[in-house]
């Protein structure tokens, strides 16, 4: 069964995290304290201020809107 799950904080850690719920089936949204850096990561689906080099998984919603 898929859970729904807010991850507060797109830092590293929090990137991370709900990357990995994602990629476990859970419907995640992820919220990032930064709006241009939460548009960056939807349109590029990468956080290229804490963890660039990690692929957010395309389920993975993110929003800065809280």
């Given at each position: 069964?898929?859970?729904?799950i807010a991850v507060i904080g797109g830092g590293s850690w929090g990137t991370?995290?709900?990357?990995l719920l994602a990629d476990k089936g859970h419907d995640?949204?992820?919220?990032?304290?930064?709006?241009d850096l939460a548009v960056r990561m939807v349109r590029n689906r990468?956080?290229?201020v804490y963890l660039p080099e990690y692929l957010l998984p395309q389920a993975l919603n993110v929003t800065s809107d809280m």
């Open positions: 069964m898929s859970e729904k991370t995290l709900a990357g995640v949204t992820l919220w990032v304290y930064e709006e990468a956080n290229d």
